[in-house]
């Protein structure tokens, strides 16, 4: 069973990184096997993804927030970590860490997910 747990600061201020780190038990963050999500729900708003590290440490960001993401990963402690600067009210949200299961190159329509956590821009 695969376990995912967020940590970082419930509250940011406008204008500084908001810097979160997820913790994975039961699967290897190098496992070819998974892909390594960061996605969040803003107040009353769907999903939004974020972006993802593979295996392989390659990331993909979403576009629209590419400017101001960044994820990296520490394999020593099976952790990986998002970063989203210059923040606004408006990354005000709930942050998942999640995990695609995938068999060979294909998603296998499994996936894991932290518990999430809420983090609040305000000053």
């Known amino acids: 069973q695969v376990q995912l747990q967020e940590s970082g600061p419930g509250l940011v201020k406008p204008s500084q990184t908001l810097s979160l780190t997820c913790t994975v038990s039961?699967?290897?963050?190098?496992?070819?096997?998974?892909?390594w999500n960061w996605i969040r729900q803003p107040p009353g708003k769907g999903l939004e993804w974020m972006g993802v590290?593979?295996?392989?440490?390659?990331?993909d960001l979403s576009p629209s927030l590419k400017r101001r993401t960044s994820i990296s990963r520490d394999t020593s402690k099976n952790q990986f970590s998002l970063q989203l600067s210059s923040v606004t009210p408006e990354d005000t949200a709930i942050y998942f860490c999640?995990?695609?299961?995938?068999?060979?190159?294909?998603?296998?329509?499994?996936?894991?997910w932290g518990q999430g956590t809420q983090v609040t821009v305000s000053s």
């Open positions: 999640n995990a695609d299961v995938y068999i060979g190159l294909g998603f296998s329509g499994k996936d894991y």
């Open positions: 039961g699967a290897s963050i190098t496992d070819r096997n998974y892909a």
């Open positions: 590290i593979h295996d392989s440490g390659v990331t």
